[in-house]
């Protein structure tokens, strides 16, 4: 019998193909993120609602991915518009609506950040939430894109880690060099805001997961921020900081969510 498609690695498979099992198994592991955070619907969600504005509006939700936060916020707000650059996330969100019958309440658009094809000001609230890219020519150019398109005087959230707590500096053992553009940003980003004549309120959210074991944490990590090809060392400095992380029986990392919100004013 032949093997599983999956399973066999010599298997020829389209670039198409790779790229959507990659997608499809990071996305896996983020859900287990997003079940180890014990304050994610305590903290995160009714920080981002209230920063946001959210309830009765059209929002949009831009680098939505498969949609992680579209059922925790669609019953608060009139419609969602959901946006992303890639086209397995966008799929995603298109069943996630076929399965929960969402189909008035939310819509989707595939579209790189940096350009977005809808008018100036149709969002009355717009928020990202962790996928600002830590490249300044991008980030730049995304923000004033999601500022175009939200009307003048309402809220542009930005939500990514701080750069501190223990998410951050584990990154540094594998990452180090993503690590240090995060900092970057979290260091510059409130000022380069500032700049462009907008105004600024900075909210800071903490986080904590709690994973079962170090080892199913270190599984977790290495499928979403940390690279999966580290050598013996950095795995052994993961292991060791992972361990040093236990509380109890079960393994805690403190994270803290900046939420970033932005207005522009009409001239």
């Known amino acids: 019998m032949a093997r599983d498609h999956y399973s066999n690695p010599r298997v020829n498979k389209s670039p198409e193909q790779r790229k959507r099992e990659k997608d499809e198994k990071y996305w896996d592991y983020w859900d287990e993120l997003v079940k180890a955070s014990v304050y994610r619907d305590t903290r995160e969600i009714p920080a981002l609602m209230e920063a946001a504005q959210l309830k009765g509006k059209h929002v949009v939700d831009a680098g939505c991915g498969p949609g992680r936060l579209i059922l925790p916020l669609v019953r608060s707000v009139e419609t969602i518009t959901a946006i992303d650059e890639n086209n397995w996330a966008i799929n995603a969100v298109q069943d996630l609506i076929k399965e929960k019958r969402l189909k008035d309440k ?5 579209s790189p950040l940096v350009s977005i094809p809808v008018d100036d000001g149709v969002s009355e609230s717009t928020y990202c939430m962790g996928v600002i890219h830590y490249d300044k020519s ?5 923000v004033k894109e999601l500022i175009r398109i939200t009307a ?13 707590k223990d998410l951050p500096k584990l ?15 979290a260091l510059h980003f409130h000022k380069w805001a500032q700049e462009q004549g907008w105004k600024v309120e900075l909210k800071r959210i903490p ?14 990590f290495l ?8 050598n013996p060392v950095q795995l052994n400095e993961v292991k060791a900081f992972l361990y040093a992380h236990m509380k109890g029986d079960k ?7 900046l939420l ?3 207005r522009a004013e009409d001239e």
């Open 106 to 110: 939310v819509q989707t658009i595939q």
């Open 251 to 257: 393994c805690v990392i403190e994270q803290e969510l």
């Open 138 to 142: 991008r980030w730049e150019k995304i």
């Open 171 to 185: 990154e540094e053992i594998g990452k180090l060099d993503h690590a240090l553009k995060c900092k970057e940003f």
């Open 223 to 230: 499928n979403t921020f940390l690279p999966k090809k580290m």
């Open 152 to 164: 003048p005087g309402s809220p542009v959230v930005i939500g990514f880690g701080s750069g501190e």
């Open 207 to 220: 986080l904590q997961l709690e994973f079962r074991s170090p080892e199913w944490a270190a599984e977790v």
């Open 260 to 262: 970033f919100t932005l």
